[in-house]
């Protein structure tokens, strides 16, 4: 069986479709316990999917557990993502990533995505999906992470980080899909108002409190991180959407600066590569391949949240606690 073509718009496809979904597991008899050492995982920096990962890799201190490696941030048409002579596969010297694939399922007919979690013992792929393997490293490695004590999923909050999961994803992550793939001017218009909308709300949310969920960063906010830095960094761009930013959205823009500033976060960041890997290889949005000059927002730049935020939140309480009790003073 012969994979399926592969074009380089697809590699950031919100609707792919993941394969390989075995689980890390700590129970007895698991297939892929969590073994320092054992696991390899495949990434790309500009890759926003692969970013969750590597996110939840620095903060739960994993770097000595599981190594990393990266594909060509450039696309082979018809090939998928390869491997570079400057940073070759350090496994196996193979060029493509679909021979990864190959070697775990050769009947395998799909496209090759990252990031990918391969099980060195087992010489197999455990799993491709991001918001999966986020949530394993979050939770299953703590035996030999330096930074067991972060939990980004805690029981409490967990229906409520779902929820804001479910509707970034599909009012975010696949909001802007919808504008780029739009066929119709109508079409257009409508996801480009339903996105911003979907903007406008994460703006007014974070105008009165520091984070999604919680007095901390939880596994909700750092999968919204990556498609609010490719916002700024390409689709305003790729999909005409010139005059905006995320500077129309200053809460929203402190909050994605403060997440950037967190530590750690840095190492899972690389705008130049980002920008053109997306510039260059979606095509059918940027014929040229040119790489636009970036005049978007600086992330570097102080984020004003933290004690402002706590301080416009102490104030809405006293406000409502006093309406609540007009003769408490």
Request: with cysteine.
């Amino acid at each position: 069986m012969t994979a399926a073509p592969f074009t380089k718009d697809s590699a950031y496809d919100i609707h792919r479709v993941t394969t390989f979904r075995q689980r890390i597991s700590r129970q007895r008899n698991a297939s892929h316990p969590p073994k320092a050492g054992r696991y390899h995982l495949y990434a790309m920096l500009g890759c926003p999917w692969a970013q969750r990962v590597l996110i939840v890799r620095e903060l739960k201190g994993l770097q000595r557990a599981i190594s990393v490696s990266f594909v060509h941030h450039h696309m082979v048409e018809e090939e998928g993502w390869a491997f570079s002579a400057q940073a070759p596969d350090p496994l196996y010297g193979l060029r493509f990533l679909r021979e990864l694939y190959a070697m775990a399922d050769a009947r395998y007919t799909g496209r090759p995505t990252v990031p990918v979690l391969w099980d060195k013992q087992r010489e197999t792929i455990v799993n491709n999906e991001s918001a999966e393997l986020f949530r394993m490293l979050g939770s299953e490695f703590d035996a030999v992470a330096d930074n067991p004590a972060l939990d980004l999923y805690p029981l409490p909050l967990r229906a409520r980080i779902d929820d804001w999961n479910e509707r970034l994803q599909r009012d975010v992550s696949r909001g802007i899909y919808a504008v780029l793939f739009a066929t119709t001017a109508t079409e257009r218009d409508a996801a480009a108002s339903r996105y911003f909308a979907a903007l406008r709300a994460l703006d007014q949310h974070l105008a009165q409190r520091r984070f999604l969920v919680g007095d901390a960063p939880t596994e909700a906010d750092w999968l919204l991180l990556p498609a609010l830095l490719r916002f700024e960094w390409v689709y305003c761009t790729l999909a005409g959407l010139h005059r905006h930013s995320l500077a129309d959205f200053p809460a929203l823009l402190g909050y994605a600066r403060e997440l950037c500033q967190w530590p750690g976060i840095a190492a899972t960041i690389d705008m130049a590569l980002t920008r053109e890997s997306y510039f260059t290889s979606m095509l059918r949005f940027n014929p040229s391949g040119v790489v636009p000059p970036y005049r978007g927002v600086d992330f570097a730049l102080p984020h004003g949240r933290g004690a402002r935020v706590v301080v416009d939140l102490q104030e809405k309480r006293r406000v409502n606690d006093e309406s609540a009790n007009p003769l408490s003073s």
